[in-house]
């Protein structure tokens, strides 16, 4: 799914809390909590800018190449990837040879997690199938957690929480730490409830919404029946400019206000439209936003 | 804008098929989306009527209505006029036949279609000349060509209708003889249409206006009265030109006096009799009247709804003529009307020279070269009448001097009548020539009763001596001879005539019409009989009536005929006002053309979008 070329180009980002950033560790890792442990983790390449006082002497004195010392914290932070897999995710638009809106989500979810393991954090991937992948940590883990979100994308008999179910029984059993979630939110039941519970379980909550060109500008013309993947119901409608106006509208409302509810809980939202470049969306427009240092 | 065929307007009726396939063609592409959250958010705000929804504006449908209409509007042929385009001569024929007077068009169609002429006056340009012909019985030129509107439409004014038929031949004759064969002469026709059959002869330029709306007319088509041995019998019939039936209420009067009524039910295009028996003998004349129809609009004309009918001659005059065979004479006295001649021949029926008549009772004997014991005051006529009178010789010296004032003179013109010979009479002193030729009397007239006789007219020489048989003045001498030997109980009147035909009464008449006016006809002769209606005729010799009837079956048919053939099969009809229409049919089938084409490129490219 994600190149080896692309992945070597993901090495050296690190994941950014926005709450690690209101505190005074500027320059941290992400999961700054890190070395107050006193239990050895794991060791990582130094990367400019990091603390000099955590790289192992030892080691640069033997071999000159300086290794950044990684302790477990005794909160046990950890990443986690929730990855929308339902029926609304899996739509294939009308132009097969674009990218398809599931597998770009999923490979922004897997360029999280990459980035979340080659900084040494401990990554859970979740999938709204209920499937759940890891705890993993290391850059090493990547491939078990790639062919797995493979796996369960390529069953055919895979069935889908609501969000708001998904995220309630995940935030149950989330451990605390940086929580994003890759989803395009269309869900007949809402995500609020579920997003609410997941922001108030002490995880930091990140929302990536995934929205293919058909759903950001749909270019349907004349009587269509539209036909819900997800609940089948349908609609008969007379597409013409007035129609496609009211439903951009409606949609820029439903995306601002995933984007207030994100923020007044202090977590973060993007939209991303995947008919980008997973490389676009992940180095360059998610660091624009801070997400990724 | 006017328009020439309003009818077409019924193809927008085609609209609604149009929007029904739109509707039932109405084929919804599945689409299958990964939400329809945002969508139906969207379709409940706007999905109130579902009928409404599919017809929601739809580019296409209102290209294809907009087509339609502008194709409806080609059809109907819009026309707007162009004062500019008018010929530079026009022969303008006005219809004035009597199915013009009908009032379908308030206030009659000839005023309709004068008002139609004077707007082609109105509408001429500064060098443009018209000429007006009045198409009546006898067509006649109201106006040559002419560029000047007021005297124009002073000669449009003082055009009247007439109770007649039109003669279309005549006056296309007319027409086109003003036209002189000028090919730019345009021809412009303002008529209804009725018993236009000659309307083929008009070739050239043809413009056509038509007048009239509808051909709703019961009408008196006949009208007879008879003797019969119970007195007299009236026989009406009522047509109805109309679409549906009609019900009317028929009167017989003489004069003022109503002598029944009939309520007729006439079927429409058909017509409806009655027969009334057992009138009064003695009645001078009657009169056939349509008083009522329930629905005013039935009955467009009113002209032919009465007739009028005089009683025939209460009297016959019976003659004997004693002849040997005069073939001429006989004639003269046969065409003689009321008289009723016996002829009989002396070698036939065993009549011999002085065969004693003294029996017979005859209002007239006339003698034909025979001698005879006549009755008691017997009017006779002799003929060769040397025998009867003393004679003192005879005289060829015939030649004509002079006509002496006498009722049997009157109108006998003797010159160039030619006598061999004739007796010279020394007739009685009552009786005196009344023609003198150079030798003596040729024509005797006289009252005999001192003689024991009536009155006598006797003539000294052989009919088959003379020329006389052969002039006009023979006939003439033996009706004022019959007429003076016994007058007629009435007069010799026709008992109908046409409106406006010409009829001769006898000198010194006084007509009564109908109006009650009183008219004097010295001439013998009286035109003034435009008006229907029994007519009273004075005269010396008596009183008597005749009647003008309009009865006018094709006329009185006022459907009108608003497509004319003319010999130009391309000759237009128009509505409008003014000389020349500039139609806009192409302009419109242009516009639904270009319609079209803009219709096909949205669909394809609505086909191209949804492709990709």
Known sequence: MLSESFLKSLVGLRLASTRRQR???????????????????????????????????????????????????????????????????????????????????????????????????????ELSSGARIGPRRGAGAMAHFASAVSRELARADATSMPINTWLRRYAATSPPGMCFVVSDLLDETGYQDGLNVLATSRAEVSVVQTLCPDELAPRFEGDVRLKDVETGAARDLSMDNATLRDYAQRLKIFTDEAQAFCQRRGGRYFLADTSQSTGDIVARDLRRQGWIV | ??????????????????????????????????????????????????????????????????????????????????????????????????????????????????????????????????????????????????????????????????????????????????????????????????????????????????????GENVFISAFTVRRTVRGLAAFVRVNNSGKSAASVLVSLRSGDALLDARTLDVPAAGSATWTQNDLDPALPHLTARIDQTPNAAQDNLAADDAAYAINPVTSIRRALLVTRGNRFLEQALGALPGLQVTRVVPSVDGLTAGQDLSGAVYDLIVLDNITATLPSNANVLMIGAGAQFSSTGVFSNTGFVRAEASPIAQNVDWRGVNVLEAQHLAPPAWLQPVIQAQGGGLVFAGDGASAGLGRVVALPFDLFKSDLPLQIAFPVLVANSVDWLSPAQGLALPASVKPGEVIALPGGSQVVLPAGASMAAPDGVFADTAQPGIYAVQTPRGR????????????????????????????QTQTAQGLSQRELWNILAALALVLLTIEWWVYQRGLRTRKA
Request: zero cysteines; hydrophobic letters at 50%.
């Open chain 1, 23 to 125: 505190g005074a560790l500027m320059g941290e890792r992400r999961s700054a909590r890190r070395g107050r442990s006193i239990e050895f983790a794991d060791y990582r390449n130094y990367t400019p800018g990091d603390d000099p006082r955590r790289v192992d002497w030892n080691i640069y004195a033997r071999h000159e190449k300086a290794y950044i010392k990684l302790f477990e914290d005794e909160e046990d932070t950890a990443v986690s990837i929730l990855l929308d897999v339902s029926k609304s995710m899996r739509w294939m638009a009308e132009d097969e040879t674009a990218p398809q809106k599931m597998e770009r989500a999923a490979e922004i979810a897997l360029s999280l997690a990459f980035i979340a393991l080659s900084g040494g954090d401990r990554l859970v991937m």
């Open chain 2, 1 to 214: 804008m006017n328009i020439l065929n309003p009818l077409a307007l019924l193809f927008a009726l085609l609209a609604v098929p149009i929007v029904l396939l739109y509707l039932l063609r109405l084929q919804r592409r599945e689409q299958s989306v990964s939400s329809t959250l945002l969508w139906r958010q969207s379709t409940l705000d706007r999905e109130a009527n579902a009928l409404w929804q599919k017809l929601r504006p739809n580019i296409l449908l209102f290209l294809q209505l907009l087509t339609l209409a502008f194709l409806v509007f080609a059809l109907i042929r819009p026309y707007i006029n162009q004062p500019g385009q008018t010929p530079a001569r026009t022969i303008v024929l006005l219809d004035a036949s009597a199915s013009m007077l009908a009032e379908d068009v308030p206030p009659t169609r000839f005023s309709a279609a004068k008002k139609q002429v004077s707007n082609l006056i109105d509408d001429l340009g500064a060098n443009d000349q018209l000429a007006l012909i009045l198409m009546g019985a006898s067509p006649r030129a109201l106006s040559g060509f002419s560029a000047s509107k007021a005297e124009l439409a002073a000669a449009l004014d003082a055009a009247q209708p007439a109770l007649e038929a039109a003669n279309w031949g005549a006056a296309i004759s007319l027409a086109q003889a003003i036209a002189q064969g000028d090919e730019n002469t345009a021809f412009v026709v303002v008529s209804d249409g009725a018993n236009a059959d000659d309307a083929k002869l008009l070739t050239g330029n043809v413009k056509f206006i038509p007048v009239g709306a509808n």
């Open chain 2, 544 to 571: 008597g009536y005749f009647a003008v009837n309009f009865l006018d079956a094709r006329e009185s048919d006022t459907t009108p005929q608003p497509n004319l053939q003319f010999a130009n099969a391309n000759a």
